[in-house]
């Protein structure tokens, strides 16, 4: 009795500990997000570990000074109990869901969370749910039944939902039935810092491309998947060529598409136009080549890349989904198009190519509303708010 007195940690003083569990496949958003926040905790008064149902894309990427325990778990739960068990491993006072997707993480482990008695649960929502759920009656049905059914248990066990835009918080409440009062918005954010517009215009960088000092260029960072519509892109680009415009398109990221996308280019004579720069961790260099940011968009949460063109001082041309124009207002710091419209890609960047003072003007709207309504130290304050509280 004596020694376990002797060694026992003063409740004041112990560390609370915060579990993240999360799954990707693929280093994007909401992985950088994860990234972004843990770097911001307090850990001599937290206690950090992540478990990465996917790919392990954070330790090597942590600070060396950092004590994150990351492990990747190699056979997935598949019981409520399992998961039970798994979580009940760290004895976590805080577990917070990290959803890239709607369904990255399966709905029993919410319940596991419960059943190992975690005092606080949280999840963070980054993405609407994707195109084909309504796919089919018969399947769509039975699909939306089961899922929706299982994604408002999962909600309800919830403390809070964090969504990343008020968009996105509509559809998890409309169309899902997450708890209202349990969802609620806190946007994504940018370091502005580290991100920040060019000084001069960018000269020097573009002859590394073999762009002209006055070249138009745009600048597209995005995974080339389904979802980012690059395809509607390529055509629109096309379609600007053939107007008489002369534009250049940078554009950084990788994915399943790629190979698809690259012989599209080269089926509609882009070969010389459009650059496949691949994925790359540290792109301030591409923004500060570009004369305006774009992306395509199908469906999104409030992508980062749109915040990182903004605090860089770019104008941005994006589709009026997901929480696109929670950002970019139209024609104040950028312009919103339709999604899957060549035509509309094409008279965005004809507009901005044809009037430099209105760009100018825009750029500057932009940097200034990132600085104002996406400041990360803001945004990771307000999740760290939710969570430890």
């Not at 690259?262 to 070969?271: E, H, I, N, P, V």
């Amino acid at each position: 009795m004596g020694n376990k007195d002797q060694h026992r940690v003063a409740p004041s003083t112990r560390r609370k500990k915060v579990l993240f569990i999360t799954r990707a496949y693929d280093f994007g958003g909401a992985e950088k997000h994860l990234l972004d926040l843990v770097s911001r905790l307090d850990e001599t008064a937290l206690q950090l570990s992540i478990v990465c149902l996917g790919k392990d894309f954070y330790s090597a990427r942590l600070n060396a000074s950092q004590k994150i325990v990351v492990t990747t778990c190699n056979h997935e739960p598949k019981s409520v109990w399992e998961w039970a068990r798994l979580i009940r491993e760290t004895r976590p006072d805080v577990v917070v869901f990290i959803y890239g997707w709607l369904w990255a993480i399966p709905w029993r482990a919410s319940i596991g969370a419960w059943l190992a008695a975690v005092p606080k649960r949280f999840s963070i929502q980054h993405l609407i749910a994707p195109a084909d759920m309504n796919r089919g009656w018969i399947r769509g049905a039975v699909r939306r039944m089961f899922g929706t059914v299982n994604l408002k248990l999962s909600a309800s066990l919830f403390q809070s939902t964090i969504a990343v835009s008020n968009n996105l918080r509509n559809s998890l409440i409309h169309d899902f039935g997450f708890p209202a009062k349990k969802v609620i918005t806190i946007h994504n954010g940018v370091s502005l810092t580290e991100f920040v517009p060019v000084d001069g215009d960018g000269s020097e960088l573009k002859s590394r491309f073999g762009f002209s000092p006055d070249e138009f260029v745009l600048v597209c960072t995005a995974r080339l998947s389904e979802q980012k519509g690059i395809d509607i892109l390529l055509q629109g680009i096309a379609l600007t060529l053939r107007r008489g415009i002369h534009c250049k398109c940078l554009l950084v990221g990788d994915g399943p598409l790629k190979e698809n996308l690259m012989a599209q280019a080269r089926d509609l004579g882009l070969s010389q136009h459009v650059f496949f720069e691949g994925f790359c961790e540290n792109i301030q260099n591409y923004l500060h080549t570009g004369s305006a940011f774009i992306l395509s968009s199908y469906r999104e949460g409030l992508p980062l890349s749109i915040l990182e063109a903004m605090a860089s001082g770019l104008p941005c041309v994006v589709t009026d989904v997901g929480g696109n124009s929670e950002a970019v207002v139209d024609g104040v710091n950028g312009l919103l198009i339709p999604p899957g419209s060549p035509e509309a890609v094409a008279d965005a960047i004809q507009y901005l190519s044809e009037h430099e003072d209105k760009r100018a003007q825009m750029a500057i709207r932009a940097r200034a509303l990132a600085r104002e309504e996406f400041d990360i130290e803001k945004c990771m304050a307000g999740i760290s708010r939710v969570i430890l509280n």
